[in-house]
């Protein structure tokens, strides 16, 4: 019985003993580094956001987090901060570009359109008035003369084109042919024309 006792307080003694004889190195925790977190675009507008042709718009952004901010159509890199004015000659979106290890972020917010004019108010309410007649000089010469009102554009066809509202001009026709002049006139109404034939013998 004695000996059973003995035996007992030995291996417990033991195993008191034991822990204190040895160093156990506990392995450290396996640790995951956090996702990176992507950029922020804070803001990214425009004003005044509608702008007549040849008009100016600004752009403005504020971004955090990213490596690199780009503006496109045309303007490029950029701080992460900014104003940009812009004077685009049609309507056009903006896009920026924000850029970090984590990835990109985009947004297309700003958008400018630009306001179409309003047609010319119209100045008459009629075709224009045409005198268009020709003169034979002898030979080959025959003198074109006309007087036209009422018109913003006047063209006579072949050879001489845009004229004035009144004037002349003389043309070569040679003998034995035919040849025919054409006078049109226009304005924001509408449009008329006169023709004159002329023959040399």
Not at 9 to 15: A, E, G, M, N
Not at 84 to 111: L, M
Not at 166 to 177: A, E, R
């Amino acid at each position: 019985m004695n000996k059973i006792v003995f035996f007992s307080l030995s291996l417990l003694l033991l195993l008191i003993l034991i822990p204190g004889c040895f160093t156990f190195q506990t392995p450290p925790p396996t640790t995951t580094p956090p996702a990176g977190t992507p950029p922020v675009i804070i803001a990214f507008s425009n004003n005044p956001a509608t702008i007549n042709a040849g008009g100016t718009s600004t752009l403005l952004w504020n971004v955090t987090g990213a490596t690199s901010v780009s503006i496109d159509q045309g303007i490029g890199q950029v701080n992460v901060a900014g104003t940009r004015a812009v004077s685009p000659s049609k309507s056009t979106v903006y896009t920026i570009s924000a850029i970090n290890s984590s990835g990109t972020v985009i947004r297309s917010s700003a958008i400018i359109i630009v306001a179409v004019p309003p047609p010319p108010q119209q100045t008459t309410d009629s075709n224009p008035v045409i005198n268009f007649t020709a003169s034979h000089l002898g030979g080959t010469s025959w003198q074109l003369n006309w007087n036209v009102s009422n018109a913003t554009q006047i063209v006579i066809q072949p050879d001489v084109g845009t004229v004035n509202p009144t004037g002349s001009t003389v043309v070569t026709i040679p003998s034995g042919q035919t040849k025919m002049y054409r006078l049109e006139a226009v304005n924001d109404w509408g449009w008329a024309y006169w023709q004159v034939v002329m023959a040399t013998p």
